[in-house]
Structures are given as C-alpha cells and as structure tokens.
C-alpha cells in the first residue's frame, strides 16, 4: 500500500529537496498542486486532507495556516519552519536525543529542527545529562554555513549578484549580531540549558555546509575536564546512532595542512561531531549538510520513523 505525501511549500529551497528525497521512494505517491494555486487555502487544504503525511515548508505564518486547514485526525504533519519548535503539543524532530525516537513514532505533529541548533543541542544535550556541564554554564557557538541556509533569496543573492556586490560576498558575512536568532529558544530547550547561548551565525559564500562550533573551558564545568574527556562523552551517547558519528580524539588527520574543511558532509544525512583541544581548552565542532540533517533530510529521517519505514530509507550516510 502507498502512502501519500504532500509537500505544501514545494517550490521553495526545502521543498525542493524533499521531493527530490521522494521521489527515491516507490512506496510514496507524491500529491501536487497546480503552481499557480499553491498560495491558494481551499486548494492546500484539500491536499492536506488526502495526505497521509504533510510537510510543511513553509514561512511561520503559513505554516500555522496549513494546521488550521486539516480536519481530520489521519494526516500527519511534519513542520519545517521554525513555529512549532518549543510547541509542547509538538515532538522535536531529533531522533538522537535520547527517548526522542520513540516520541517521535507516536506522534502525529513533529517539527523538525533549525540547522544552527542541530548541531549545537547535539554538542551539548550529552553533556548535561552527564553532569559535566552545568546547566547555568554560560555557553557560546558561531556557525559558519554556506548560503543555500538563507533560502531562495539567498541563493539568488550569491548565484545571481548584482555587479556592486560581488566583492562583499567573496567575504564571509555575520549576522545576527544583536542576539534575536530564531533557533535561539530551542537551542536552550533541547539542549537542557538554562539560558540561550550567544550565538553568532556566519554566512559564506559556498553553497552548502554548515559547521557548528562550541567552545569550552574545562575548568568552569561542573566536574574540570579536558577535550578527550567531552570526546568520550559524546562518543558513548552516540554509539548506536546511524547518522551521528563522534571522530576520534585524534583528529589532526581530518584536517587538511591545519584547516578544517566545512563542506565535507554535503549531500548526505550524516553529522561528524569533532572535539579539538588541550588542556582545558576545548572546541566541539559538529559537521553536516544545512540542507541534509539540517532540513530536508532530518524531514525525512522523520518522516522514515512515523511511517514505519527504515529510518535510514531514501538518505545518504
């Protein structure tokens, strides 16, 4: 029997990717709408309400539109926008949190992570939950991704610059900067800390790659501890996970004549987590595609656990 999917905000960047995922699937019958009538409400919910599944790639406002429109209890929803993340009638669609796998299976509504807290609440959730980080501790991240992140205007804005602008753009731009990121109050949420951390995300020109950088103080934790003691953490908790792999300690040998290389993880579902430092001096980088484990392919590791598929079907590690 197939299941039917409708990707309401299917012209977008997310979208876009997620029926390139589906159309991998032959257990999947895809429902389209007409373009002209995409931003049409009668239309969109009719094709909610013959889903089985929904995705929703779509601006906040839309998105909490689309809800609205389904009025059965058979379609479930999967949200991409960033509405619903720290909704308690919501399940945060991290599988690799401990017990969120199983939540993730029972629920009908799921709201898929922002790429900049995936790779955070990754980096720290296991830390706090070991004890070693308190959860007042006064963390700091900054995020370098390449600008399929900011969506189709900033696609357009690099692939398709204006002459004047060309020479800002070869440089890597922050943003952000007065502290009002929207992934904010679900990085604090789901990684089990008390206050947000003061995150500055980075915008380059490269298409995709995104890496999450945190950097500790060994001895302002709550137990002093040293790189290699995060990186055994962090390896323990993610041992059995398919998409998350822990480098070893070790990892001069990823780096190429000393520098990191940010796009390694692109086209696939797979996030590195990487721990650099001596002493107490210690930076956890995790590695992934901002349009694979951080949107379309976390849609679709989702979209695997509620259906009963494989979680892994359709992705690429």
């Known amino acids: 029997m197939k299941h039917t999917v409708f990707v309401d905000g299917q012209e977008g960047t997310t979208g876009l990717k997620l029926l390139d995922y589906l159309s991998r699937f032959s257990s999947i019958e895809v429902l389209k709408i007409d373009p002209a009538k995409r931003k049409d409400p009668k239309e969109r919910g009719k094709l909610l309400n013959e889903a089985d599944l929904g995705f929703l790639c779509l601006p906040d406002s839309a998105a909490k539109e689309s809800v609205s429109l389904v009025k059965n209890d058979k379609t479930k929803l999967i949200n991409a926008s960033s509405l619903f993340r720290t909704d308690s009638s919501w399940v945060y669609g991290l599988p690799e949190l401990k017990h969120q796998r199983e939540r993730i299976q ?3 509504r799921i709201s898929v992570p922002g790429c900049h807290a995936t790779g ?12 070693l980080l308190q959860k007042d501790y006064p963390a700091s991240c900054f995020s370098i991704s390449g600008y399929t992140g900011a969506g189709k205007s900033g696609i357009e804005e690099y692939e398709n610059a204006d002459p004047a602008s060309i020479d800002k753009l070869h440089v890597p731009r922050p943003y952000s900067l007065m502290h009002k990121h929207k992934h904010l ?10 206050y947000p951390p003061v995150f500055t995300p980075i915008k380059a020109n490269y298409p995709q790659g995104l890496a999450m950088f945190v950097p500790l103080t060994g001895r302002c934790m709550a137990k002093q501890a040293s790189a290699k003691t995060v990186r055994e953490i962090l390896a323990a ?8 792999q822990v480098m070893p300690y070790d990892s001069e040998a990823y780096l190429e ?12 579902n797979r996030l590195e987590i990487f721990v650099f430092g001596q002493e107490d001096h210690i930076t956890i980088v995790s590695r992934y595609d901002n349009l694979g484990k951080g949107a379309s392919g976390a849609a679709i590791q989702n979209m695997n656990l ?6 892994a079907s359709g992705l690429i590690l």
Do not use: N, Q
Not at 120 to 131: A, K, M, W
Not at 188 to 194: I, V
Not at 237 to 244: D, G, L, Q, T
């Open 306 to 311: 509620m259906l009963g598929f494989d979680e």
């Open 120 to 131: 955070f609440i990754l980096s720290v959730r296991p830390l706090i939950e070991s004890g």
């Open 257 to 268: 004549d000393g520098h990191f290389l940010i796009d390694e993880c692109k086209y696939t």
């Open 237 to 244: 908790y993610y041992e059995a996970e398919r998409f998350v």
């Open 106 to 108: 029972a629920s009908s």
């Open 185 to 194: 109050p679900e990085m604090a949420m789901f990684s089990g800390l008390e």
